[in-house]
């Protein structure tokens, strides 16, 4: 580790490479170390996360239920007519 | 239904899932609409504005899946042949009623350079430690979960979405919300690892940032 140590203003811009494990080796290790000592960007990858798993949760979205009824007429229509030709 | 861990489903499964489709699953179907509702209605509402108008295109794109079901072979993923028809008939729909089609990441996906966090945040050059934190980031980790799952939390995550950039909105979407891999968004989209990286990237970084601004008032 005697080249060089990354700033808190480079770490940050390395969150998504690191996050998707597409760093190379040795920016992972340099990004690793700098946290080990790195309050402050220990707490940003962490709001990160958190950010990521808040997103996430918006996949969960009720379908109304019109559609829901359309959308299972629609394939049961479509079956039979397959079933009929 | 909706996997809590946003993980794409396996080629296998896929296979799985297009026998039960061809079978006539009923299941198996409903299971298929509900896991991608979410992300369809928002990149439909790209195109198309009103979530009333992104409903009828997602209708209409599950029976143009229903319809092409027995010609899909499988060159892509099933998942992307049913987003293709989705942004075809959200341009289609678009076109009709001259709005405006949004640039995408189809088409563009450099935007000018936008650091991940505001320059002045850090210690200039010729400090004792250019580059470092002025000020520690807040610990989220002690936040109360139910802020941090609240119905306000929500919205302002979803107001932050809303305002990104389209191609940075796609590329979030489809990465974060309907859990696809890079390499799926790259061969959807068209773009690069690096491009589509940079564009997840500053939607995430945007998106943390507005979540700062709201959960440390």
Not at chain 1, 56 to 72: A, N, V
Not at chain 2, 121 to 144: I, V
Request: net charge negative; proline share 5%.
């Amino acid at each position: 580790m005697a080249e060089r140590e990354l700033t808190c203003q480079e770490l940050v811009e390395l969150i998504t490479s690191y996050l998707d494990d597409a760093l190379t080796s040795e920016e992972r290790q340099l990004l690793e170390h700098h946290l080990t000592y790195c309050h402050g960007c220990r707490a940003y990858l962490e709001q990160m996360r958190v950010t990521l798993r808040l997103v996430g949760r918006l996949s969960t979205e009720d379908i109304p239920d019109d559609l829901r009824d359309e959308l299972l007429a629609a394939f049961h229509n479509l079956r039979k007519s397959a079933d009929g030709a | 239904m909706n996997d809590p861990d946003n993980q794409p489903p396996r080629p296998a499964d896929e296979m799985a899932l297009l026998d039960a489709l061809r079978r006539g699953d009923e299941q198996a179907f409903l299971a298929l609409v509900t896991m991608h509702y979410a992300a369809m209605l928002r990149l439909a509402q790209m195109y198309v504005g009103s979530r009333a108008v992104a409903e009828e295109v997602i209708q209409e794109t599950w029976i143009g899946v229903l319809q092409g079901l027995s010609r899909f072979e499988g060159r892509s993923s099933l998942k992307t042949w049913i987003f293709r028809i989705l942004l075809n008939r959200a341009r289609t729909r678009a076109q009709r009623e001259n709005r405006t089609i949004p640039f995408s990441a189809l088409t563009s996906a450099s935007e000018s350079d936008e650091p991940a966090v505001d320059p002045d945040a850090f210690a200039p050059p010729g400090a004792r430690y250019p580059g470092g934190w002025l000020t520690s980031p807040a610990e989220w980790d002690t936040l109360p979960e139910e802020r941090l799952l609240s119905r306000e939390t929500r919205q302002h995550v979803d107001a932050a979405l809303t305002t990104l950039p389209p191609a940075q909105r796609e590329v979030i979407t489809l990465r974060d919300i309907d859990g696809w891999s890079a390499h799926e968004v790259c061969d959807y989209l068209g773009i690069s690892e690096a491009n589509q990286r940079v564009l997840l990237h500053r939607a995430r970084s945007r998106v943390r940032h507005a979540l700062a601004d709201y959960l440390q008032n």
